[in-house]
């Protein structure tokens, strides 16, 4: 829940543009992204601010009115299709369990993006912060 509430912070207070969620395997991505959206839907405040939920097979999108424009919160898996996609902040679940390949997939997002926050969460619920400096 904690990983849940400081996202859907960034997204409707900081007003975070992008953030792309990730796990080893997608149900994981896919559980704290809903558990995002039943935020947003819980909440009168937050619920106004909601553009768009899309609920499909994953390729679930959560986009919000947030202060700085639309901000978007979706999912993929951590395979090769996660590469080409760009964000303002990494989510990647129960890293330990992420293999190499799959990280290779997302280290891209580390590379093309300037100012990029990864949070990066474990099953002892410990969350870590990455700030990646911009690579000159």
């Keep these: 829940f904690g990983s849940a509430l400081l996202l859907a912070f960034k997204l409707a207070v900081l007003g975070e543009r992008t953030i792309v969620g990730t796990a080893q395997k997608l149900p994981l991505a896919f559980a704290t992204w809903e558990t995002v959206v039943n935020l947003f839907r819980d909440h009168d405040h937050l619920a106004s601010m909601i553009h768009t939920v899309r609920f499909a097979n994953g390729q679930e999108v959560l986009k919000i009115n947030g202060p700085n424009g639309v901000g978007t919160y979706s999912i ?28 290779g997939a997302i280290t891209p997002f580390v590379l093309a993006v300037i100012g990029l926050r990864m949070f990066l969460w474990w099953k002892l619920q410990s969350t870590k912060l990455l700030d990646v400096p911009a690579s000159t």
């Design 76 to 103: 993929i898996a951590a395979n090769r299709r996660a590469r080409g996609i760009t964000a303002n902040t990494v989510y990647v679940d129960e890293l330990r369990e992420v293999t190499s390949d799959a990280w």
